[in-house]
């Protein structure tokens, strides 16, 4: 096949690889993109869409079954619920289908060259692709590896793997996301935010579901008033959760998962699937990276400011490059280093990049919690306002969560800023512009939030740390 | 709804096209009657242009620093609430505003007056009280990161700049887009930050527009259509000063202080009488020198914005204090930038002075189609030769260029010996003959 020499190849089709290669097309930027799946990566196809997907699904079919079960406060009964979970996943690969069909359009509009196949390093400067119709060669001036990460496997829980014919299957959220038939009982190893989406979303589908952790509390990455809502949701949809416990394996039956709880405890989960969601690690293997001479920065590539590796011409963006391994992250990263590549000056300055847990209710966070304030030594002050006293929260049957504002004690710069609440995810986007444009609590106190909404909290939570909440 | 069209007005006196020097408005703007629209430079005075109605703009044409014809369509304006039937578009005929001027007197304004836009329908745009202190909370502090939106940190970036450096203005020490603009500006002038001699490759390109173009093209002109002669003298000053500190000394309430040009200035009344062709216009495309009975002087001054020739009407009309005054009047309305477009325009012969600045000689540029303009030097104690000794004389130059097509170089001579001996001996200019 033809060699084919452009002044940029993508490695990896995701939200960090696709919108680099996007950006630089609109740049007129000479650009090739490989991927070896279908484009929009982990996100779009087994990843943040489709699991989105599902938990919607997920919680109106929970709320429907609760009408039934004479437990709707406004009264709203319904009979007889039922969900086919083979429909439900056609409709949610209608979804993933059209936002890959899209980033291939944008793509295409952007003049963008896709090979499809596997893409391997040769040297800095030229890539081999493993294509249905043989092998390509592709010869760039600048290459950004964007291929992302991968579900981490246990070696006692290998994917895929069961100790009997009829035993219990592991999954990963890979496998989690496209089950047609709900598993009776479902463990899930694992209570970080994936975990908790995912066994969520199945114990409202209807599961008995088991989530063992390791550690001692859900969602380790969040302080406990935050997970607390969360917590109390898991208790009230009956899922049982295992702190503090190791898994060991599957029985030799295979039809339950074992492991030993932090006082010596044998416990014995009965399970149908077992999903073990313990983390994803980045991809640098597979893709020649033996063939070039990368710096590491622990299990990540390590990247300057500008996304550059340690190999002139050689950029990394997304999962590859460290956490938070988040879609908007690697998206941000990809368009910067296209912008680079075309010969803009640009390098990494972002304050700060929300992070939503996608549970019920929902978690924000942007920029510095209290206690990381705190560790860094700074004086804050923080205003807390609950849903509790929220109009609009309340005509929502949403009244569990908070918004949380950490501010600096001397000037009143805002650090940091948390929520937890129904459909609070996309208050995300207001807490993070008043983090990048530098706000005062006095700034978002004096700024109009809609009345009934939700985000009036946010106002609340402003003049809550500047001691003077209206409305509690 | 209707859409008004709003014409560059016809600027008189046979002006066919304006340089458009500023825009007060663009697309989408609300405006409301009587707000000044644009500015206009017609000669070397600005026109402003106000909104005949209130509405939306929908339309602008040219930039600044285009020569837009008379009656070109440079606005459109969408009002609002009024139906105009079967008046789709009424075309307006901009009646003109002339900037503020310092004491118009009526009779002056050969064209309609129109009513100035009332003060009271000024939207009132007071600046914050300097006194209600700013809650900014606690600056930046060393070494730490700095605060700034995300459009300022791209537009540090793009041009090189280090937001560390740059001070902020902002709450909790935010730098805004003007603290950038702040800082790029010190930069250009030679940074702080710079160690040692460093070569400034920075190239600025000014556009122009304006004053500057009127003077570049009316410099030009001169020079390369004028052939020019120039002629210094020197001429002892001494008698002079001494008269006029005595006036000044006994100086009556009302009378204006003497400087050295209303003595020049009738001095050469009195020396055009004589030679009534140095006080003249050259059409030279026609073929016609028109010599004027009026004397009516340009000065040349220097404004913050550039050089302007503010005129002394009938300079044959007034006497000695009357000149100065009207001196004083037009070049601090020069300064301002009120002088009317008839106080710039109109003078038979112009005076070139830079006072304490006049250096020894200069080649003045003739204010084209005049044939002379008279330069003074830096007045200065020299020693003289007085037949037995030397003296020392408070001298003068007098560098003065004519347009040498139809001034012979003996008629320049002539003119600028008359001129030497009436200011030598300062009686002489107020003999009546």
């Known amino acids: ?472 | 709804m209707a859409e008004k069209l709003i014409k560059l007005p016809d600027v008189g006196e046979g002006v066919a096209e304006a340089e458009l020097v500023e825009w007060h408005v663009n697309v989408g703007d609300l405006v409301r009657e009587d707000m000044v629209l644009a500015a206009v430079m017609t000669g070397k005075a600005t026109v402003e242009i106000p909104s005949p109605v209130e509405g939306e703009v929908t339309f602008r044409h040219g930039e600044i620093g285009d020569i837009i014809a008379t009656g070109t369509v440079i606005l459109k304006i969408r009002t609002v609430g009024e139906a105009v039937d079967g008046e789709e578009e009424p075309e307006i005929e901009l009646p003109l505003v002339q900037p503020e001027a310092l004491s118009v007197e009526p009779q002056k304004k050969s064209e309609p007056v129109v009513e100035r836009p009332k003060p009271a329908e000024v939207i009132p745009q007071k600046p914050a009280a300097s006194s209600v202190p700013r809650d900014v909370g606690v600056p930046r502090a060393e070494g730490e990161k700095p605060l700034a939106p995300p459009a300022v940190r791209l537009r540090a970036k793009e041009a090189g700049i280090d937001l560390r450096q740059v001070p902020g203005t902002g709450p909790a020490g935010r730098i805004t887009h003007e603290d950038l603009d702040t800082f790029l500006n010190s930069q250009g002038g030679g940074g702080a930050v710079a160690v040692g001699l460093q070569p400034n490759r920075a190239v600025q390109e000014v556009k122009v527009v304006g004053l500057r173009r009127r003077i570049a093209e009316k410099m030009a002109l001169s020079k390369s259509r004028i052939p020019h002669i120039t002629y210094v003298e020197e001429v002892d000053m001494t008698a002079l000063e001494e008269l006029r500190t005595r006036m000044n000394g006994t100086q009556k309430p009302g009378r204006p202080k003497l400087t050295i040009l209303p003595f020049l200035m009738r001095a050469m009344v009195k020396a055009i009488s004589e030679q009534p062709g140095i006080n003249a216009l050259y059409d030279d495309e026609a073929g016609i020198i028109r010599q004027y009975g009026g004397v009516h002087i340009g000065i040349a001054a220097q404004t913050p914005s550039g050089l302007v020739v503010p005129v002394v009407r009938h300079a044959e009309a007034r006497d000695i204090f009357d000149c100065a005054r009207e001196v004083a009047r037009l070049s601090e309305a020069a300064k301002n930038g009120t002088a009317l477009r008839e106080e710039l325009s109109g003078s038979t012969i112009t005076i070139s002075s830079l006072g304490a600045m006049g250096g020894i000689v200069s080649t003045p540029v003739i204010n084209h189609p005049e044939v002379a303009i008279i330069g003074v030097n830096k007045l200065a104690v020299r020693p003289h030769w007085d037949g037995a000794q030397f003296v020392p004389r408070k001298m003068m130059n007098l560098s003065s260029s004519f347009d040498h097509r139809v001034i012979d170089g003996w008629d320049a001579a002539t003119f600028v010996q008359r001129l030497k001996a009436l200011m030598e001996t300062p009686a002489l200019i107020f003999v009546e003959e």
């Open chain 1, 1 to 472: 096949m033809k060699e084919i020499t452009c002044k940029l190849l993508v490695i990896g089709a995701g939200p960090g690889g696709y919108v680099c290669a996007i950006r630089a097309g609109q740049l007129g930027v000479d650009t090739v993109i490989v991927e070896m799946a279908k484009p929009g990566g982990t996100c779009l196809n087994i990843g943040c869409i489709p699991s989105k997907a599902i938990i919607h699904a997920a919680d109106d079919f929970a709320k429907t079954v609760a009408m039934a079960a004479g437990k709707n406060a406004m009264g709203i009964k319904a009979d007889n619920p039922a969900i086919d979970l083979a429909k439900t996943m056609t409709w949610k690969d209608g979804i993933t289908g059209r936002l890959t069909l899209g980033v291939a359009g944008l793509l295409k509009k952007a003049g963008v060259k896709i090979v499809v196949g596997r893409a391997k390093f040769r040297d800095g400067k030229t890539v081999a692709v493993e294509t249905e119709t043989g092998e390509q060669v592709i010869r760039a001036e600048n290459v950004v590896i964007a291929t992302g990460s991968a579900p981490v496997e246990l070696p006692m829980l290998p994917f895929g793997g069961s100790a009997s014919p009829s035993g219990a299957k592991v999954i990963s959220s890979t496998g989690a996301l496209s089950l047609t038939e709900l598993p009776q009982r479902l463990a899930v190893v694992g209570a970080g935010y994936i975990g908790l989406e995912l066994g969520l979303a199945f114990a409202k589908l209807g599961a008995k579901v088991t989530i063992v952790e390791a550690l001692d509390r859900i969602l380790p990455l969040y302080d406990t008033q935050l997970t607390q809502p969360v917590a109390k949701r898991l208790s009230a949809l009956g899922v049982e959760v295992l702190l503090g416990t190791k898994v060991k394996g599957l029985s030799s039956s295979g039809e339950a998962l074992l492991a030993e709880t932090g006082s010596g405890e044998e416990k014995r989960i009965a399970a149908d699937k077992v999903l073990v969601t313990a983390g994803r690690k980045p991809v640098t293997e597979g893709w020649g990276r033996e063939e070039l001479e990368l710096d590491m920065d622990g299990r990540f590539l390590k990247v300057d400011e500008q996304c550059r590796t340690s190999m002139r011409g050689i950029y990394a963006v997304g999962d590859v490059t460290g956490e938070p391994m988040l879609a908007h992250r690697a998206m941000a990263q990809g368009e910067m280093v296209a912008e680079i590549v075309s010969g803009k000056r640009r390098s990494w300055d972002r304050r700060a990049i929300p992070a939503v847990c996608f549970t019920d209710p929902e978690i924000v966070s942007v920029g510095l919690s209290p206690d990381e304030a705190k560790a860094q030594g700074r004086e804050i002050k923080v205003g807390q306002f609950p849903f509790a006293a929220n109009g609009r929260a309340m005509t929502l049957s949403a009244e569990e969560g908070f918004v949380r504002i950490v501010a600096r004690a001397d000037n009143h710069l805002v650090l940091g800023i948390q929520a937890v609440g129904a459909g609070i995810s996309e208050l995300s986007a207001a807490f993070g512009l008043a983090i990048e444009m530098g706000a005062r609590l006095e700034d978002i106190a004096g700024t109009i939030h809609a009345h009934p909404t939700q985000s009036e909290a946010f106002a609340e939570a402003a003049l809550k740390a500047l001691g003077h909440a209206l409305h509690m």
